[in-house]
């Protein structure tokens, strides 16, 4: 008996929690499945809204299809699109969701409130920045999957393979919000008639402000995570040729003697790395050394220069207020923000490469 008591009461929660809930039970065949949006102002206070969704074709293929509406609310926007389909939409599977550069220069802040607010859509959602009209961009065809996936698969294999760091709804939105750092977000271009991540937003609160180009993106990740790896480096030598380096593993550390002054903040750096090609002969040992060194002063030249410029536009995307913040006991915006733009920051690397291939 009592082992049918313990059988018994998990279906009896769940019965009981199913009627609570409430939850209305869709047929797929009967709604459309939204996987991608796009957003772009169009005059002052009108935006234009692109919905992407598949249609699954009798031959297993997939055929994009969009829908565009305009408003001057985002909560409009599904009913002026349900009335041009023969199915309601539902959000719940939106992978990617896009906005368009001028209107990331407008600021994003009334838009991703609203898709915040929207509980069928994920925090993990990825965001980004589109160079270009998303009703042209979100119509053309990318590969055999619905296009909602596709992006979301470009995005995720890029942070999965260490070039760009990751980012999504929940994280631009705690980034927004959090005193000390400000959010990134990718940007995206169709190149040839494919996608392409193009480069890094830099937003100062919700205003897109400036951009980290390709050749930057391992520098900037390192300065922004603890701990990275899997991140590749093309770096050139003066007078000494060209060589690629394969990064197996990177840590940081902030040394921050006296928060909430102008004193120095100095960023240490250790990047263990393998050599993947170099231009300028065959190596020895002692050519392997002077690479290391040479690498240590490109970087921190690289990443000096970064940062500077980070501070010029008065953008803190490397959260150095929110390390700051943490070693804080008087901590004050209104002051950092006066002191930020001052203060000298120096970082030291440390390069070692574990192999290179033959060595003479």
Not at 140 to 152: E, T
């Amino acid at each position: 008996m009592q082992k049918v008591k313990k059988a018994v009461l998990p279906l009896l929660v769940v019965f009981m929690l199913s009627g609570c809930m409430n939850i209305e039970k869709r047929v797929l065949d009967d709604i459309q499945l939204a996987t991608a949006l796009g957003y772009e102002y169009i005059d002052k206070d009108t935006f234009e809204t692109t919905v992407v969704f598949p249609n699954f074709q009798p031959d297993k293929s997939v055929k994009n299809e969009t829908i565009t509406a305009k408003s001057v609310l985002t909560r409009e926007i599904r009913d002026l699109q349900s009335l041009q389909s023969d199915k309601p939409f539902v959000s719940g599977k939106i992978e990617v969701t896009l906005f368009e550069r001028k209107t990331a220069e407008r600021g994003l802040a009334n838009l991703l409130d609203a898709l915040e607010r929207d509980p069928s859509v994920g925090a993990k959602v990825y965001l980004g920045i589109l160079e270009g009209s998303p009703r042209d961009f979100l119509s053309k065809q990318y590969g055999n999957a619905d296009n909602g996936i596709y992006l979301s698969n470009l995005i995720e294999q890029n942070i999965e393979s260490g070039l760009i760091h990751k980012t999504n709804l929940h994280q631009f939105m705690y980034k927004l919000y959090a005193e000390g750092i400000d959010p990134v977000l990718p940007i995206l271009e169709q190149k040839e008639g494919n996608a392409n991540l193009k480069a890094l937003g830099l937003f100062k609160n919700d205003k897109l402000v400036d951009e980290i180009k390709p050749d930057q993106f391992f520098i900037f990740k390192i300065l922004l995570e603890r701990r990275s790896q899997r991140d590749s480096y093309a770096i050139q030598f003066k007078n000494k040729g060209k060589a690629s380096i394969y990064n197996i593993k990177a840590t940081r550390k902030f040394e921050i003697p006296k928060p909430m002054t102008s004193s120095d903040i100095n960023i240490n750096i250790k990047i263990r790395s393998i050599l993947l090609e170099y231009q300028n002969g065959s190596l020895s040992k002692a050519k392997m050394t002077m690479l290391e060194k040479e690498m240590e002063k490109e970087f921190k030249k690289a990443a000096e220069d970064m940062m500077k410029e980070f501070q010029e536009k008065e953008i803190d995307p490397l959260g150095i207020g929110e390390q700051v913040r943490t070693r804080s006991r008087n901590w004050d915006m209104k002051k950092w923000k006066d002191i930020y733009p001052t203060i000298k920051l120096n970082v030291n690397g440390d390069v070692e490469l574990l192999e290179s291939g033959v060595i003479q």
